[in-house]
């Protein structure tokens, strides 16, 4: 990184990061702690297997392409509207849409 974040920019991002920003972002875990309460995840080595899958496979793979692309526009001062499309397009379910635009909008009011 050749810029250094303001000690404004880094605590706005470490709010919006933050447990306590109320969006519940945080409470979309993929199921974590319901697989460390089953014993699935026990250890390190448990719990870097269930990432990768995430990322590799899972839902996360979506996040991790979405912020990348995200991230790649914002730096060349790109539109979002076509990320934000697409985040919405990969919503598999009404369910999953309605939760994905709802957080969106709380996100949004909240910032």
């Given at each position: 990184?050749?810029e250094q974040?303001?000690t404004?920019t880094?605590?706005?991002l470490?709010?919006w990061?933050s447990p306590?920003?109320?969006?519940g972002?945080?409470?979309?875990?993929h199921?974590?702690e319901?697989?460390a309460?089953?014993g699935?995840i026990?250890?390190?080595?448990d719990?870097?297997?269930?990432?990768?899958?995430l990322v590799?496979?899972g839902s996360?793979?979506n996040?991790?392409v979405?912020?990348?692309?995200?991230?790649?526009?914002?730096r060349d001062d790109?539109?979002l509207?076509?990320?934000?499309?697409l985040?919405e397009?990969l919503?598999?379910?009404?369910e999953?849409?309605?939760?994905?635009m709802?957080q969106?909008?709380a996100?949004?009011?909240?910032?």
């Open positions: 990184m050749t974040l303001s404004v880094l605590l706005r470490m709010a990061l306590a920003f109320p969006v972002g945080f409470s979309y875990s199921g974590l319901r697989a309460h089953d699935l026990a250890n390190r080595d719990l870097a297997g269930w990432l990768e899958t590799e496979i996360g793979w996040d991790a979405l912020f990348a692309e995200a991230w790649r526009r914002a790109g539109d509207n076509e990320v934000a499309a985040a397009a919503a598999g379910s009404r999953r849409h309605m939760e994905t709802l969106g909008a996100f949004l009011k909240a910032a």
